[in-house]
């Protein structure tokens, strides 16, 4: 007779094989190493594959994790903690022990993972014929083609297509403005460092450059636990930072006539607590899953302003970001709500090609949104509305605000 704890070594080993036998979740199986004749890029193996070959927007991951080296390819990758690996027992917990727990999943994984969870609901016998010329949108009054944008990101390399460049991104605020296309808004991203004088110039820069807004990353309080990049020792950026606060807000309001947006609000409380202190726009986000692992992800964030205060969607206009690797993903986020969706690692990864690489993710999003709200029977893609989704499955994870 095994003992139980024999039985539950076996269930857990049995789970973990199920598990691993599953395409790895970033690069879904939809045939790229049968058709380049490879089984797994070897990481650093130095090939690029040609962009012709580059068929939907998680390929970029596959392209880019066999072209940069691996402490390359990890600055990206890189997640909060745990990242990725859910672990296997989990979900055999329920069963063996009987604990009543929630499957939880990592921040990283989340983002990706949860989308999957809301279930699109096609209406059928539409007139859905006009849709490709309903993807435009205004972002703080500013006319942009498609609802999505690039994300900020440090080290961002050549960042000729970046909408909203990071602080530490490699080329400076001046040099990119120099780089981006006549008649392209770009909103600044800013870290507030150490002293408001370095703050001020940074405004001052951004707005001499001809960025339409400031974007504040408040979802950095302390430095994060990130093992993938601690392990090739990537340097973090520096967290001597002012302590940032709402006080804090108010007075950066008052050294730039730019709207400054928060970027990283992540609970119902800081939504509302943002649009009292008049932020024009607010950022869900939390950071890719890179700060704060088991953080919630964007869609949870999402259902829990939209069920404890909807008004928040028509108080601010409501930008977010993390996880979005689909048309489906954006179509799920706009319906409830959001005006925009920013996209950072697909787009990163995208720019090992340059220009070309970016403006080919760009045509394939566009793509899948108007094909995804034709067959959801949308007609015009800035009227899609929660009625286009079943939430059912995610709603009793929701925070309910007391
Ligand atoms: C390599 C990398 C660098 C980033 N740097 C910044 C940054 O400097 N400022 C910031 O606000 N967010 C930064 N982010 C977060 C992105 O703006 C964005 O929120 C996140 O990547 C979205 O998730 P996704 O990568 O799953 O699309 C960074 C993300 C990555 C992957
Ligand atoms: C890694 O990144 C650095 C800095 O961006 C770059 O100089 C170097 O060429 C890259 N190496 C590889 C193998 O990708
Ligand atoms: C999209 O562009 C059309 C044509 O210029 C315009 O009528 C419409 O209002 C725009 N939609 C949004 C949401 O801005
Ligand atoms: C934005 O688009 C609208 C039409 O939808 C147009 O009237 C307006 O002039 C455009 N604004 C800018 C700044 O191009
Ligand atoms: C911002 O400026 C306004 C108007 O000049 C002033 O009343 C307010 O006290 C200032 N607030 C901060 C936090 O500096
Ligand atoms: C938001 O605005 C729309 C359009 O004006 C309105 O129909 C809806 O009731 C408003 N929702 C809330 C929660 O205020
Ligand atoms: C799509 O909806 C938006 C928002 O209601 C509206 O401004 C726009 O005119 C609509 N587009 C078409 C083609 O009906």
New binding site residues.
Partial sequence: MPSFSTLAFSFALLAYQCQAARPFLNEPDTGITTFLGTDTPAEASGALMPLDDIIAIPDFEFAARAYMSSANYSYYRTGAAGEFSMPAFTILIPFIVGYKILIGFQAYRSNLETYNKVKLRPRVLRDITGVPYTLNTTILGYNFSAPFFISPAAKAGKANAVAEPSLFATLSINEIAAAKAAGQVTFQQIYVRSKLSSVQTDFDEAEAAGSKAIVWSVDNAWGPTRSRSARWTHSENDYDYLPSTW?LY??L??MTSLPIIPKGIQTVEDALLAVEHGAPAIFISNHGGRQLDTSQSTMEIIMEIYNNAPQVFNQTEVLADCGVRYGTDVLKLLAMGVKAVGMGRPFMYSNIYGADGVARLIDMMKDEIIADAGNLGIANVSEISPAALNLNALQPLIYTMS
Avoid: W
């Fill in positions: 006080e108010e007075t309001k008052n």
